[in-house]
């Protein structure tokens, strides 16, 4: 599976984004997909995943509330809207696919390479 996640940038504190993660040489309908992300002198941490379905979603609680996934499994895509960000949520932000619904990076198999989101305040 190879992913590739776009539409990071710069944005101000309280402004909004909306990260796509796009396959290509597979469908996407049998796989869960998480987004994670890591800033500077961080860990990877995982953000956000919905399963191959689309029935179950999770958030870590550092986003709740702020930020949505979503997947549209016709077009092969996977969105993550966020809103309200705040300086602490500048990072590479990562797409990745996997065969469960986890927010664990050992449980994905498929990376793509990360877009960077900046969020000044």
């Known amino acids: 599976v190879q992913l590739q996640a776009s539409g990071g940038g710069l944005v101000q504190a309280g402004g909004s984004l909306r990260l796509s993660c796009a396959a290509s040489g597979v469908t996407l309908d049998y796989y869960a997909i998480g987004w994670f992300r890591q800033a500077p002198g961080k860990e990877r941490e995982g953000v956000s995943c919905?399963?191959?379905?689309?029935?179950?979603?999770y958030y870590s609680d550092s986003v709740k509330g702020r930020f949505t996934i979503s997947r549209d499994n016709a077009k092969n895509m996977v969105h993550l809207e966020m809103y309200s960000l705040k300086p602490e949520d500048t990072a590479v932000y990562y797409c990745a696919a996997g065969v469960q619904t986890s927010t664990i990076a050992r449980d994905f198999t498929s990376w793509g390479q990360g877009t960077l989101v900046t969020v000044s305040s």
């Open positions: 919905i399963s191959s379905s689309g029935s179950s979603t």
